[in-house]
């Protein structure tokens, strides 16, 4: 059975730090993208950061600068560090596995509140 287990989450002052991980269990096959997406109160899921096999990260404009996304696939472990938080980056945050035969797996997902 596949299980992401994400942890991490909490909540912080405008300004602080966390670090998110989503570690993957029963996967055998290659994982290719490894994204983190976010759900805040009253708004549609989007897309935050990804990483692909080959390292490439990407990130939505409103976290540049901020936050950095990596990876350690030994441990099939996605990471996201978020700095200088933002109340607005006050979310439940996903994580999602893209695997090499196109499945696609999720993270419950961890609530991440900003805020003085």
């Known amino acids: 059975q596949v299980q992401l287990a994400e942890s991490g989450g909490g909540l912080v002052q405008p300004g602080g730090s966390l670090r998110l991980s989503c570690a993957a269990s029963g996967i055998t096959w290659t994982i290719n993208a490894m994204r983190w997406y976010r759900q805040g109160p009253g708004k549609e899921r989007e897309l935050v950061a990804g990483i692909g096999s080959n390292g490439y990260k990407d990130y939505v404009d409103s976290v540049k600068g901020r936050f950095t996304i990596s990876r350690d696939n030994d441990k099939k472990t996605l990471y996201l560090q978020m700095n200088d938080l933002k109340p607005e980056d006050t979310a439940v945050y996903f994580c999602?596995?893209?695997?090499?035969?196109?499945?696609?797996?999720w993270g419950q997902g961890t609530q991440v509140t900003v805020s003085s």
């Open positions: 999602n596995f893209i695997t090499s035969t196109h499945y696609s797996y």
